[in-house]
């Protein structure tokens, strides 16, 4: 907080561990809009988990719309398995297909095709937008 910026403190998925993780599941609590395909299906959160949200909430940030907007629940889980990533490239001018290309890789619906870290994946982009306005 002291260099004045905005800070991102949780992506809204949290897990409640059960006492006995032999015998009982654990669950996912998550905010379905950032929520990554792998905590949708019931597998442990990892880095690229984090990646995930935080590529949606970029993509709201940019577009004022969560990547997926659905109707439902139903609907929503649905598009983070199943949709393509949306592209912005066509809503707002200035951003490249190269832009939506470093988002897609960032929403990969398979944790292992996304960047190794949110810090690679903030610079892809960065450098996706640079290019964009060096092209321009």
């Known amino acids: 907080f002291s ?36 905590l949708l299906q019931g597998r442990l959160p990892q880095a690229a988990t984090d990646e995930y949200a935080l590529a949606c909430t970029a993509l709201e940030v940019l577009t004022g719309h969560t990547p997926f907007p659905a109707d439902n629940a139903t609907a929503l889980i649905d598009a983070h398995l199943n949709s393509p990533p949306p592209e912005i490239s066509h809503r707002i001018p200035g951003y490249s ?40």
């Open 97 to 136: 297909k190269a832009f939506d290309l470093a988002l897609a890789r960032a929403i990969a619906k398979d944790p292992d095709r996304r960047y190794g870290s949110c810090t690679d994946m903030v610079q892809h982009l960065a450098d996706a937008v640079r290019r964009s306005a060096q092209s321009t």
């Open 3 to 38: 260099r004045g910026g905005a800070v991102l403190i949780d992506f809204g998925a949290a897990y409640v561990l059960a006492e006995d993780v032999w015998h009982r599941p654990t669950r996912v609590l998550a905010s379905l809009p950032y929520a990554a395909p792998e």
